[in-house]
């Protein structure tokens, strides 16, 4: 079946600007995660939703950034007036629920760059 | 908070050696752990999740659990150069929905 999909898959943008991120988990995923990768580094949590709620929103660096879920399937990064510390990969992941022992599966990722 | 630790690499081993990366983590409530594979530039798969102390074997992967040293990690027998990738640790707890992930190790199969 279809795995997670997010779009675009690259991003060039102006210091500044706004960005939108979006991911399409794996149909009937209830959970979905955003995690950033920046280069050389591990992966950082951002945010995580059940359902359309987003229980935990610690991992988010800034108020800069902020995320969305709708009908329980599509979600969306959403980074404004970004900076250049903002250029890295944001990774979305999807599991079949929010329990601790569901795996994980990673969509391949928004490769974002900040000039 | 909670962290997860990791030997960056490179390990370099020989076609057909086993390759062995380990992890280990400071939560002591963790209950769910997952090695996963990153390839250069390609998002993370799942190579193996365990959750009960010991050992757990699928084909040429091998992952190993000690809670009570939190300690986890991952045999590769055989190793081919296809194995060639960064590992990362991911470790999760009981109440807790979000892995933490260490940095990953790197490893480089010779031919």
């Known amino acids: 079946g279809a795995g997670v999909s997010q779009s675009p898959s690259n991003k060039v943008t102006e210091k500044g600007k706004d960005v939108e991120l979006r991911c399409d988990p794996i149909?009937?995923?209830?959970?979905l995660y955003w995690y950033r990768q920046s280069l050389g580094q591990g992966l950082e949590f951002l945010i995580y939703?059940?359902?359309?709620?987003?229980?935990?929103k610690s991992g988010l660096p800034s108020d800069r950034f902020s995320a969305e879920r709708t009908g329980g399937s599509v979600s969306t990064l959403t980074i404004q007036r970004t900076q250049q510390e903002d250029s890295a990969v944001y990774l979305c992941?999807?599991?079949?629920?929010?329990?601790?022992?569901?795996?994980?599966?990673f969509g391949p990722g928004t490769r974002l760059l900040v000039l | 908070q909670k962290e997860v630790e990791q030997n960056s690499g490179p390990l370099s081993v020989p076609e057909g050696a086993i390759a062995s990366l380990n992890c280990t983590y400071s939560?002591?409530?963790?209950?769910?752990f997952f090695w996963y594979r990153q390839y250069s530039g390609k998002s993370p798969e799942l190579i193996m999740s365990?959750?009960?102390?010991g050992d757990k074997e699928d084909g040429r992967f091998t992952a190993q659990l000690n809670k009570a040293s939190q300690y986890v990690s991952l045999l590769i027998r055989d190793s081919q150069p296809s194995d060639s990738a960064t590992y990362l640790c991911?470790?999760?707890?009981?109440?807790?929905?979000?892995?933490?992930f260490g940095k990953g190790t790197m490893l480089l199969v010779s031919p």
């Open positions: 939703f059940q359902g359309n709620s987003a229980p935990d």
């Open positions: 149909s009937g995923h209830t959970a």
């Open positions: 992941a999807s599991s079949l629920s929010a329990e601790f022992q569901e795996t994980q599966y």
């Open positions: 991911a470790v999760n707890g009981a109440g807790y929905s979000t892995l933490t």
């Open positions: 365990i959750y009960s102390n």
């Open positions: 939560d002591r409530g963790s209950q769910s």
